[in-house]
């Protein structure tokens, strides 16, 4: 078992440990106190496509106190249309509000829109950026701009997807690991010679990192088991979008035992079978969690989904670039700590993990 799978163990088995520290982070946005949170921590890598070899630590965020200056930080988010994404925006702008930043956030309008987003960089490089934090919608497109950008003394810090080049900072979760933590916990449940289990897997977006990396990081822990993977499913991020591609795979496959995709795929797995009279006759596993998804894994009609923590994700990256400005970098190379929650642990899932549900997006902080 690698590091990374000991400390979601870890977390999996204390849940008090690891879930004290996401309601450590929910301190007010004017609080002087900083907040901590477990992680994998590494060396710089050059590109996010290296393979992360880290360490157990504890990322201390600055307090406010330290902040010698007002800051001007530019996100670039890939859309706004979803509860993981409005976790990511709350988390960046809380956290620069603690930290007394400026800020200015972009929203590309969905991972196809890639002209748009290498123009949104130029806009924060135009705005005055002092860091970029960028969720690349292309891991690959961004190198040049990154150069430039970086020779002009801007921080880049890459943020949740990864790209193929050298930044400053990054926060990445590795999808892999995610899409193996799904994998490992449906080949215990079904390992070779208990019967076939006929699977559709539902990870995202073609072509994103994230969804490919959860794709491939399950097949790879599923390899031996009796889970049979009938198709890999890839579709918009949103419920709306994937309404329709859970409808057909149960169409399709009509002896499914298993949908393994995102929040909201399993969002739209649940309507479609409660329309059905068929709850509880497919297992339901998710990538990320939603709120919604919070009481259907409390009544077992959802059976288990990886948490990422997102507000702590964005949190720390806004932290991460302050501290690469202010010269008092520690960790420059981090992964929260993630955990399979099921209806034995989700009640110490806070409300936190997610914005509260009257927030409004918002773009910018002054």
């Known amino acids: 078992m690698n590091r990374f799978a000991k400390l979601v163990g870890g977390v999996v088995a204390a849940g008090a440990v690891g879930f004290s520290a996401i309601f450590s982070v929910s301190a007010p946005a004017n609080a002087a106190d900083g907040w901590k949170f477990p992680v994998l921590a590494s060396e710089l890598r050059p590109s996010a496509t290296q393979p992360f070899e880290g360490k157990e630590a504890e990322y201390q965020s600055l307090d406010s106190s330290e902040v010698t200056k007002k800051w001007n930080l530019c996100f670039l988010a890939p859309h706004t249309t979803n509860d993981i994404l409005r976790a990511y925006i709350y988390g960046t702008v809380e956290e620069s509000k603690r930290l007394g930043a400026k ?29 970029i934090l960028l969720m690349a919608v292309s891991p690959t497109a961004f190198s040049q701009k990154i150069a430039e950008a970086r020779a002009k003394g801007v921080k880049v810090i890459d943020l949740n997807i990864g790209v193929d080049a050298p930044v400053d900072g990054r926060v990445v979760v590795t999808y892999v690991e995610v899409g193996k933590i799904l994998g490992r916990e449906l080949a215990r449940l079904h390992p070779a010679g208990s019967g076939p289990v006929s699977t559709v897997v539902m990870p995202g977006p073609a072509g994103v990192a994230w969804s490919e990396d959860t794709g491939k990081g399950f097949a790879k822990a599923i390899e031996g088991s009796d889970i049979k993977s009938e198709k890999v499913v890839y579709g918009g991020s949103s419920r709306l979008e994937q309404q329709p591609l859970v409808e057909d795979a149960l169409v399709t496959y009509p002896d499914l035992g298993l949908i393994v995709g995102m929040g909201t795929s399993i969002e739209a797995a649940l309507n479609a079978l409660r329309e059905q009279g068929r709850i509880g006759t497919i297992g339901l596993y998710g990538s990320f969690i939603t709120p919604d998804l919070i009481p259907a894994i409390k009544s077992g009609d959802v059976a288990g989904v990886v948490v990422e923590n997102s507000i702590v994700i964005n949190k720390m990256a806004v932290d991460m670039a302050v501290r690469l400005l202010e010269g008092k970098a520690t960790e420059v190379d981090a992964i929260p700590a993630v955990t399979l929650v099921d209806k034995t642990n989700v009640d110490q899932v806070p409300a936190s993990n997610f914005a509260p549900a009257d927030w409004k997006v918002q773009l910018t902080v002054d």
């Open 103 to 131: 800020l200015t956030i972009f929203d590309a309008g969905g991972y196809g829109n890639l002209d748009k987003q290498l123009a949104q960089f130029d806009d924060c490089i135009t705005l005055g950026a002092n860091a």
